[in-house]
């Protein structure tokens, strides 16, 4: 007869799902926040567009693929003020560009030029910039900060047999349920609209132009490369030309809905699969109740979310961050592709730009190949 005090496989492995489900909320979050108060975003189309991208994701490509606002474009826009018209029209023009490149094989041409040590230099970069993104969310909140961070801490070190993240989600749904003030049941109305000529040239100068090239790297060659390290076999479905596919529509869906525009980042990726995701089960529980908050609590949605403690998100975000900066380890023998992988890394980190660490990156690299070829003539 089982011990009625021991749980069950099936409850620890929805405990472990239901860890790694929350484990990219650190960067989902703080930038849903920002679009929603400084762009106007509709709060109920933001997140019902958000949770339906991660549960078609996660049931075609079966694992739990990490829906994330793009990164560059936000801050954009978030930073300039820009209307969320603009914004959205710019998730559509990104959403062609990239169901055009994946269909017409582009996607899978330009990223046989990126080698390992390029990867691996934007995933240490990435990792470097979550960091520092993190520690400014743990000041805002430092005493909450510590004691999520020994919870993890204990729980990675010590108890290992429960997921990381359950004593954290229970300490911060405590404190948000304490912070949350109002509460108003229903969605915010969505507004479908294609958007005009002008909204379309400005959102492809401000923000498609300064995104695209990050998409490729991160979000589109370094999510495909990461996705093979943790899921090996599982992850079959992820292609150069299956990731900028997936995103293109979504995207485009979104944008007409009134959503951010959105992608699928290795960083994410890390964060689900560490906190406990082994499959898209993970993908299915976020995505859900993605889904629920913008339908039934849409109108109270920017409270609720906003009640959740910055020092937690901060410690998720620098976990993440650092996990993530660990895949350089297969390369750490190779030093040429140490080297560029750090050039990558540290210009990028440095000027705050990705774009520019992995071109420079990819210069070294050509340049040592170059080299090479010249002396064995």
Not at 115 to 129: H, W, Y
Not at 234 to 256: C, D, W, Y
Not at 257 to 280: D, N, Q, R, V
Not at 350 to 361: H, K, P
Request: include cysteine.
């Amino acid at each position: 007869m089982r011990d009625s005090g021991i749980p069950s496989d099936n409850f620890r492995k929805l405990a472990w799902d239901i860890s790694g489900a929350f484990g990219d909320i650190g960067v989902l979050l703080p930038i849903a926040i920002a679009l929603i108060v400084k762009n106007g975003f509709n709060p109920t189309a933001l997140f019902l567009m958000a949770g339906l991208f991660y549960i078609i994701s996660a049931y075609y490509f079966r694992i739990t693929m990490p829906v994330q606002p793009l990164k560059a474009m936000s801050a954009i826009a978030i930073a300039s003020g820009l209307n969320f018209e603009v914004i959205n029209a710019a998730g559509i023009a990104m959403g062609i560009i990239l169901i055009l490149i994946s269909l017409t094989g582009l996607s899978v041409k330009l990223g046989s030029f990126f080698p390992v040590s390029v990867i691996r230099g934007i995933q240490l970069g990435l990792g470097m910039m979550l960091v520092r993104s993190a520690s400014g969310l743990i000041r805002a909140d430092i005493l909450i900060a510590v004691v999520a961070g020994l919870l993890l801490m204990a729980n990675i070190v010590l108890i290992r047999k429960i997921p990381p993240l359950i004593p954290i989600l229970i300490l911060g749904a405590v404190f948000s349920i304490k912070g949350l003030t109002s509460l108003a049941i229903g969605p915010v109305a969505l507004s479908p609209a294609l958007p005009d000529a002008d909204s379309l040239w400005r959102g492809f100068t401000l923000l498609v132009l300064p995104q695209i090239a990050l998409t490729f790297g991160n979000a589109i060659v370094a999510t495909e490369a990461t996705g093979k390290l943790l899921y090996g076999q599982k992850a079959e479905r992820l292609s150069l030309q299956s990731v900028p596919l997936s995103m293109g529509f979504a995207n485009i869906t979104s944008g007409f809905f009134g959503g951010a525009p959105m992608c699928h980042g290795c960083g994410g990726l890390t964060a689900h699969s560490k906190f406990g995701a082994t499959s898209e089960r993970s993908g299915y529980i976020i995505g859900g109740l993605l889904i629920v908050l913008a339908l039934l609590f849409g109108r109270s949605a920017l409270s609720i979310i906003s009640a959740f403690p910055l020092g937690i998100l901060g410690v998720l975000l620098c976990y993440v961050g650092i996990q993530h900066s660990l895949f350089i380890r297969d390369i750490i023998a190779d030093k040429k592709a140490v080297f560029v992988a750090l050039t990558v890394a540290v210009s990028g980190f440095l000027t705050n730009n990705l774009t520019a660490g992995f071109v420079l990156g990819l210069g070294v690299h050509y340049s040592f190949s170059m080299m090479k070829n010249t002396l064995r003539v």
